[in-house]
């Protein structure tokens, strides 16, 4: 027989919760007291509170156990089911008329009715069949290669088109002969190129995942851009990405990066390496753990070093199979690659202290390559600072600069490990609580241009920051390498690009992809193909006179993974 203790002391998960809010609301008993008393904890009572106040608590008892669970449901129910799924409406479309004649039914009791009348699922269904494409817009089966004779004479609207104001620079970075000598799989119905143009179309976008490309899935204008009727699903892209191996990889990028430079779109004088861990939360992950600077610990994921021109900002290398014990000779493994890349003049690489090692520093030094990076200080080394003589002041040439005048002290040190000297500047009131010591192998360098190349390190910093923020570089799904790898060379070249297009957009030139994005790219617009000829008319936006503004016809006019056709765009 129950009494009291049936509410003073709840068994019933669902009642303690009741009985505790009950307590803490109405009663309004402390939160150390309601939490002994019921069994949680003063956090999870917060909880609580939070989730009634949101309605987001169910306070319904749950059946006795061996009753039967499922929801009774009428011959009269049943024949509606049946009826609606003959008009092939969904399990949630069903749920809805339901609710619209005031009958509770949920989603799941509507499936395994469906299930016992021997209704199989549903197919994937189109936009088209639901209601939310463009009037009188053809939604294909499957996404496959198109020919601009196809598609002569047709207008579509299109919420991707902003995609198109790359299609010339994609054309002047002969981005199909990259894909070309990457030597790219290709499968039946898309080609290797269009396949590369899919996943740069959703880069460009700032798309998170390849989960998320059903937000675009059917749109003809970006189908276009690829060269496609439109883009392929979400499976067919994750498919892709894991047929690619690291040869795959290492071609791509070397064939991209040559056609940067053959352009003269950066010099590579100057070149500033860092090291990201991608996180992943994986449970079964067979990732190491690496130092994630941005969250303050160590974390299983994929450790990238990315190289970048300090002068254009320009991505001119990635790595992400990086494991342990292979960090630190990755400084040599972007030389290999770089010698490749640069054959004629000197580079100057610059590093923080815990990119290499002293050894490793010493082959560079043997190997003739200039480098700045820092000293790793103790405590003596920083006690000893006060006994240092003579210090002098300089000016670091930087308009935005807090701290444009720091005292330096020079000297030659030996290091163990390294054979030989090296110049060691040390700096003070530049900001830091401590003095920084530069250390180089370039004696001949004015210390005040040394300081300021190493202070605009800081550039990488950014260029990650922004591959993190807008190219969603920490959006691991999968522990695979080589998938990693694939998507931080998509985001490489995405943001190449985005820097080629703010380059010519007077008053932009420093911006970075998410602020091009914004202003410039979002946004609807219309798409004509008419005798071999691509027009897109992108709708009223405030920056449209910045883009009637750029010199278009200076740049490449004929897409050649179209058929050739040539691009035109006006702004409303």
């Excluded at 056609?259 to 991608?278: A, E, P, Q, S, Y």
């Excluded at 490793?360 to 390559?369: A, D, F, G, I, R």
Aim: proline fraction near 4%; aromatic fraction near 10%.
């Amino acid at each position: 027989m129950k009494d009291a203790t049936f509410f003073t002391r709840p068994v019933a998960n669902w009642q303690r919760r009741y009985e505790a809010l009950r307590s803490s609301l109405v009663e309004r008993l402390p939160d150390q007291i309601v939490a002994e008393r019921f069994g949680f904890s003063t956090g999870y009572l917060r909880v609580l509170r939070h989730q009634f106040r949101h309605g987001k608590i169910d306070f319904s008892e749950p059946p006795a156990d061996g009753e039967n669970h499922r929801r009774k449901v009428t011959p009269e129910m049943r024949r509606k089911i049946v009826s609606w799924r003959h008009d092939n409406l969904s399990a949630g479309e069903i749920a809805q008329l339901f609710s619209e004649e005031a009958t509770d039914i949920s989603i799941r009791t509507i499936e395994r009715v469906l299930a016992e009348e021997g209704f199989p699922k549903l197919p994937r269904r189109t936009q088209l069949k639901i209601g939310r494409t463009v009037k009188g817009a053809e939604v294909p089966q499957r996404s496959e290669r198109v020919l601009l004779s196809q598609l002569n004479g047709q207008r579509f609207e299109s919420a991707g088109a902003g995609v198109f104001l790359f299609a010339p620079f994609v054309a002047q970075l002969h981005l199909d002969e990259v894909v070309q000598a990457a030597n790219l799989p290709k499968t039946k119905n898309i080609p290797a190129l269009n396949y590369f143009l899919s996943f740069l179309a959703l880069k460009l976008l700032g798309a998170e995942r390849y989960a998320h490309v059903g937000d675009h899935a059917f749109d003809p204008g970006l189908g276009l851009f690829a060269g496609l009727n439109v883009l392929p699903k979400c499976t067919a892209l994750s498919t892709y990405s894991y047929s690619l191996d690291n040869a795959h990889l290492i071609r791509l990028q070397e064939a991209f990066i040559k056609h940067v430079l053959r352009l003269g779109l950066c010099n590579g004088d100057i070149v500033n390496l860092d090291f990201h861990t991608i996180p992943h939360h994986g449970d079964e992950s067979v990732l190491e753990e690496h130092w994630a600077g941005a969250r303050g610990k160590r974390m299983k994921g994929a450790l990238t070093l990315l190289a970048q021109d300090a002068e254009s900002k320009l991505i001119l290398y990635s790595a992400a199979d990086i494991q342990r014990n292979e960090a630190d000779d990755q400084v040599l493994s972007f030389l290999e690659f770089w010698k490749k890349m640069k054959q004629s003049a000197q580079s100057t690489f610059i590093f923080d202290s815990k990119l290499t090692t002293y050894e490793n520093l010493s082959e560079l030094n043997q190997k003739k390559v200039k480098f700045i990076t820092l000293r790793r200080r103790g405590h003596k080394l920083v006690e000893d600072v006060a006994l240092l003589r003579p210090w002098r002041r300089i000016n670091i040439p930087h308009e935005k600069r807090k701290y444009p005048q720091p005292l330096i002290h020079e000297s030659r040190v030996e290091l163990r490990g390294y054979e030989g000297e090296l110049r060691q500047i040390v700096l003070r009131g530049n900001g830091r609580e401590k003095p920084s010591f530069l250390i180089t192998n370039d004696f001949d360098g004015p210390a005040e241009l040394i300081v300021g190349n190493y202070a605009r390190r800081w550039r990488v910093e950014n260029g990650i920051a922004e591959a993190v923020k807008f190219f969603h570089l920490n959006s691991l799904s999968s522990p695979i390498l080589i998938k990693v790898h694939f998507d931080i060379v998509m985001t490489m070249i995405a943001d190449n690009l985005y820097s080629r297009l703010a380059q010519n957009l007077r008053g932009f030139e420093a911006c970075d992809a998410p602020k091009i994005y914004r202003h410039f790219i979002k946004g609807k617009g219309v798409v004509e193909v008419d005798d071999g000829r691509i027009s897109v008319t992108f709708q009223k936006h405030a920056h449209n006179p910045i883009l009637r503004s750029v010199d278009w016809q200076n740049l490449p006019q004929e897409l050649p993974w179209i058929d050739g056709a040539k691009l035109s765009m006006q702004f409303n």
